[in-house]
């Protein structure tokens, strides 16, 4: 796709076709675009790109995008600690926040069990969910991952690894289409599937 550019074009090219969503034709398209901006634009764009990489981190204790150690849900006093729903990425926090009718705390995954992908639970978040269930001020785990294949066996598997503990395993109610993902799901379905969640 990048034959005939100059090998700095070809690169760019290279680099943005490994984003996720954006094809070889895509990237061409992308860069195409730039060269024809105004010098500044595209140094507006990448002072943002590495100001944000520079500053963005995952929160220590969920996993969630943060500019802290600890991110602003965390680090809440105000809210409750002892209920943790646990989410594939940090849009699906963004999505149940929209909601306002959840004050517990999350923990994000980072992703969600998928075998032909290579990812296994040690590409996830799970040991650290298992630490901070073990801390012993966890009462109850909402599962809220997506209603899809991938979603469902994560969910699963947190059940099983997690049953031996005493704190209560829920999963967000069936309101939420089933093969979808959360973040497309209105507010007011994302909310009454967290109010009418059922014990795994
Ligand atoms: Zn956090």
Known sequence: MSKGYSERLAKLIKQLSK????????????????????AHEVEELSKALVDAKTNTFFCEECGNLSENK????????????????????PKDVIAIEKTSGFNGIYHVLLGALSPIDGIGPRELRIEKLIKRVSGGKVE?????TNPNAE??????YITEILKTKTIKITRIARGVPIG????????????????????M
């Open 19 to 38: 984003l996720p969503g954006i094809g070889p034709k895509s990237a061409e398209r992308i860069v195409l675009h730039m060269m024809k901006q105004e």
């Open 151 to 156: 979603g469902e066996a994560t969910a699963l």
């Open 140 to 144: 109850e785990i909402i599962l809220a």
């Open 180 to 199: 979808s993902n959360i973040e497309y799901v209105d507010q007011a379905t994302l909310q009454r599937a967290m109010e009418a969640r059922t014990a």
């Open 70 to 89: 600890l991110c602003h849900i965390c680090a809440d006093t105000t809210r409750d600690h002892s209920l943790i729903c646990v989410v594939e990425q």
